[in-house]
């Protein structure tokens, strides 16, 4: 089977660290993030095949009850997400910049891998909540016309659950702002 990521979002810190831990223990899966963002709120990801990840983040949603507030299981995830996540991705040429801010730490990792799978871009950063109140955002880069197209892609397929704040598509950034970016 394909690799896959499941991602959980909690209301409660305790509770997220005790829904992982069931987690852990009731499917071979691997730890790839676990920890509290804001405001308060705690989230896990994990790695692994396709049905382990599923029973996992079952069990995950059982364990939390009604303090889970999100969770997602996605399938054949792109490599690229992984280096994101970690902001470990390494460009050597912007030739464009794709921002896309969302309202919740799960929507921005959907959105990276969205992106990344519906055109020719590099996928820079998955930047989850940390000190954003709950918030998320996904840098990408490419050629102008690929980094329209991802991001085009990523507001289509996010439009029904209303999770994208504002996107923007910046054409030869200057160098002063990637640097505070990376």
Do not use: W
């Not at 071979?28 to 963002?37: A, E, F, G, T, Y």
């Not at 390494?90 to 929507?107: D, F, M, P, Q």
């Not at 996904?138 to 102008?144: A, P």
Request: glycine fraction near 10%; charged fraction near 20%; include cysteine.
């Amino acid at each position: 089977m394909k690799k896959s990521i499941g991602i959980l979002e909690f209301k409660s810190i305790a509770k997220g660290i005790e829904a992982t831990d069931l987690m852990l223990k009731a499917a071979d899966v691997r730890l790839i993030l676990s920890s509290p963002l804001c405001p308060g709120k705690y989230i896990t990801i994990i790695g692994g095949e396709v049905g382990p990840v599923k029973i996992a983040v079952e069990t995950g949603k059982q364990a939390a009850c009604d303090f889970a507030l999100e969770g997602h299981v996605i399938s054949n995830v792109s490599e690229a997400v992984f280096p994101a996540l970690s902001g470990t991705t390494r460009v050597e040429n912007y030739a464009s910049l794709g921002i896309i801010e969302t309202l919740t730490a799960v929507s921005s990792v959907i959105v990276g891998d969205t992106a990344v799978k519906a055109s020719n871009v590099t996928l820079i950063d998955i930047r989850i909540a940390r000190g954003l109140g709950g918030k998320g955002y996904v840098l990408l880069t490419g050629e102008v016309s690929s980094v329209k197209t991802a991001v085009l892609a990523c507001e289509e397929r996010m439009r029904e659950e209303g999770t994208i704040i504002a996107t923007s598509v910046i054409a030869s950034p200057s160098k002063a702002i990637l640097c505070e970016l990376q």
